[in-house]
């Protein structure tokens, strides 16, 4: 049993049950697993976005900055694609904010069931969501990529009052770069520069950055250079043919 006064979890139970939170069954209040299962839900809650339940941006940033060192360790491609709903304010000037949520609780859930469940799917802006699908070759992105644009293109949203609308979706995306360290910020200015390349293309369209065009940065490459002192499998020509081009 909690001692009385310790811990007060009365505004947590509220803010949890608000949310859809529900008490585990072999739980009894004011227990210790009580207590504990209150925290596991609020953190589980500060990493959602509240709107579509999809992860936050915090812990988009916090998957991506995992995914980096992974595809440093390993090797294995990645690919992180970021995706803006078309012309959004439109839809809000004319149907309204509720009209709008509900457009973007529909391409939240579209995306999430395009992916796989190894894949994270995030809500990182107002209209904006990325997707981190790791272990994805190049070969695939930019099918994917199209995969993803198709079915929420297709989609038939039901707004309040039961008209309905559509929507479409610009994508861009990056890979990173194999055997070397990158950064979230690098990684992902590498994506919206192709989702910007997108939009100014005309919209409703994917647009990836390919791995022979993929720029190591001087940051990437000083990281690459400094994990070769503890690497005794390849070398650094080696790891460095696949990305010739270096930024200053």
Same mark, same amino acid.
């Given at each position: ?92 000037? /004319? ?14 859930? #579209? ?24 272990? #994805? ?69 994917? #647009?990836?950055? /390919? ?11 000083? #990281? ?25």
């Amino acid at each position: 049993m909690i001692p009385e006064g310790v811990l007060d979890l009365s505004n947590a139970v509220a803010l949890l049950t608000q949310a859809g939170w529900r008490a585990p069954a072999n739980a009894l209040a004011g227990e210790w697993p009580w207590a504990q299962a209150i925290v596991d839900g609020l953190c589980d809650l500060s990493s959602r976005d509240s709107l579509t339940g999809l992860a936050n941006r915090r812990q988009f940033e916090t998957a991506l900055a995992r995914e980096i060192d992974r595809v440093a360790r390993v090797g294995e491609p990645s690919l992180l694609l970021v995706a803006d709903i078309d012309h959004f304010k439109a839809i809000n000037d /004319t149907h309204g904010h509720v009209a709008g949520d509900a457009v973007i609780r529909a391409v939240a859930e #579209c995306l999430q069931e395009c992916v796989r469940p190894m894949d994270l799917v995030a809500r990182v802006g107002g209209e904006e969501f990325a997707m981190i699908l790791p272990n #994805c070759p190049p070969a695939f992105g930019q099918a994917v990529a199209e995969r993803i644009r198709h079915r929420v293109a297709q989609l038939q949203i039901t707004l309040l009052g039961g008209s309905q609308t559509s929507v479409t979706v610009s994508i861009g995306g990056a890979f990173a770069p194999q055997w070397v360290r990158s950064s979230v910020i690098i990684w992902s200015e590498r994506a919206d520069q192709q989702l910007y390349r997108a939009k100014a293309e005309g919209r409703n369209r994917t #647009c990836l950055d /390919t791995p022979p065009l993929t720029v190591v940065s001087a940051e990437e490459k000083s #990281c690459l250079f400094s994990s070769l002192a503890q690497s005794d499998t390849l070398s650094a020509s080696e790891m460095l043919e696949e990305y010739p081009k270096t930024t200053s």
